[in-house]
């Protein structure tokens, strides 16, 4: 089948959209339909080479409708409606205890560029292209995918809406209530307010958190950081910024979660901690970077990575979405959108921190 797919190939400042071939769905596969996809700061790495091979077609918050069922799939339909997020084996012990975001083989699945038999589904001029990224590659008019990455949803609801869900919102909001199980009367303190950082916000809130600290450069998130749930905002740059933090609460915030790669935050997201206080963290330091033992050790604090914001979205994603619609969780203000032709231009506002969710809207009927 001939689709439109963006490629991401070396030496291009953002993926290029191209004809290629898409071969039909295998067994326990859908091809869908793409109607929407946002894009993550993980496909900007992806697209440099550091993430996956290319050439490749990136994208993995994509929402569609299913066209097509291979062998064996069950509980989907021809017209369905879906989101996709990450995919997992479904088997291996963490996939059985429903965090498939820790599944045995994730990281060949996520970022390998192919199945794991070693075939992609996209081919152009005769030769393959790398697919199957997070299983969907979801840059693209159509994806190839396993039946686990995708999640049904009503066909009345948005699905330029609620694409970012599968990944960016997912993370950041399954960090807060999933992973660190954030809770009334609690403090957190953000670091970072991007889509993570503002999906954990808003969930803090959400969860009833007493005191919600935000940290950022840009005068405009924090703003908005406020309008979302924060309690108290910080520049980041500002002097002594652990002990400001620290007086929020008096003695140290409960928790942190750090969406950033700078070393030094991932520092500072220790050192603003009560006594056996969190840090959770979402992306590896950039750069050469050691924790303070000795605080971590007299202190019981931890610090605690965490994929996907712990959470299954099969049931994780529905609740987020209930929220939504119940206007106690307004993601949608994060959002905007541009045509699939335009996706250089919404690389580019991404990288330069003028957009916080660019979504890609690949059907005109979406784009209200």
């Known amino acids: 089948?001939?689709?439109?797919?963006?490629?991401?190939?070396?030496?291009?400042?953002?993926?290029?959209?191209?004809?290629?071939?898409?071969?039909?769905?295998?067994?326990?596969?859908?091809?869908?339909?793409?109607?929407?996809?946002?894009?993550?700061?993980?496909?900007?790495?992806?697209?440099?080479?550091?993430?996956?091979?290319?050439?490749?077609?990136?994208?993995?918050?994509?929402?569609?409708?299913?066209?097509?069922?291979?062998?064996?799939?069950?509980?989907?339909?021809?017209?369905?409606?879906?989101?996709?997020?990450?995919?997992?084996?479904?088997?291996?012990?963490?996939?059985?205890?429903?965090?498939?975001?820790?599944?045995?083989?994730?990281?060949?699945?996520?970022?390998?560029?192919?199945?794991?038999?070693?075939?992609?589904?996209?081919?152009?001029?005769?030769?393959?292209l790398h697919s199957h990224f997070f299983g969907q590659s979801s840059f693209a008019t159509h994806a190839i995918v396993p039946e686990r990455t995708a999640v049904k949803v009503d066909r009345d609801l948005p699905l330029a809406t609620l694409a970012p869900l599968g990944c960016g919102v997912i993370t950041g909001a399954g960090s807060v209530i999933e992973a660190l199980k954030v809770d009334y009367g609690h403090s957190i303190a953000v670091f970072g307010t991007g889509a993570v950082g503002l999906s954990a916000i808003m969930a803090a809130r959400l969860v009833g958190a007493q005191r919600i600290v935000a940290v950022d450069l840009k005068p405009d998130r924090l703003e908005l950081a406020q309008e979302l749930g924060a309690t108290h905002v910080f520049q980041a740059d500002q002097g002594d910024l652990a002990a400001a933090i620290r007086g929020v609460t008096g003695r140290g915030v409960d928790f942190t979660l750090n969406t950033t790669v700078a070393p030094a935050v991932h520092s500072l997201a220790l050192e603003c901690l009560a006594m056996r206080g969190t840090a959770g963290f979402v992306a590896a330091p950039r750069g050469e970077w050691a924790p303070a033992m000795f605080p971590m050790l007299a202190g019981g604090r931890q610090l605690r990575g965490i994929l996907g914001g712990d959470a299954a979205p099969r049931l994780f994603l529905p609740r987020l979405i209930e929220y939504w619609r119940q206007g106690r969780f307004p993601f949608d203000r994060l959002?905007?959108?541009?045509?699939?032709?335009?996706?250089?231009?919404a690389f580019h506002d991404l990288e330069e921190g003028a957009v916080i969710k660019p979504v890609l809207v690949l059907d005109e009927g979406e784009a209200a």
């Open 1 to 128: 089948m001939r689709i439109t797919a963006a490629i991401s190939r070396a030496e291009t400042p953002a993926p290029q959209l191209e004809e290629v071939e898409l071969e039909a769905p295998r067994p326990g596969e859908m091809r869908i339909r793409i109607t929407a996809v946002g894009i993550c700061h993980t496909d900007l790495h992806a697209h440099e080479g550091r993430l996956a091979p290319l050439p490749i077609a990136l994208g993995h918050e994509g929402a569609g409708v299913v066209e097509e069922l291979g062998d064996g799939v069950r509980g989907f339909a021809p017209g369905d409606h879906v989101l996709l997020s990450g995919t997992s084996c479904g088997t291996c012990p963490n996939c059985l205890n429903n965090l498939p975001s820790y599944c045995d083989l994730a990281m060949p699945m996520t970022f390998g560029g192919k199945r794991l038999d070693g075939s992609t589904a996209l081919c152009a001029d005769g030769g393959p």
């Open 335 to 345: 959002i905007r959108t541009y045509r699939f032709a335009e996706i250089a231009r």
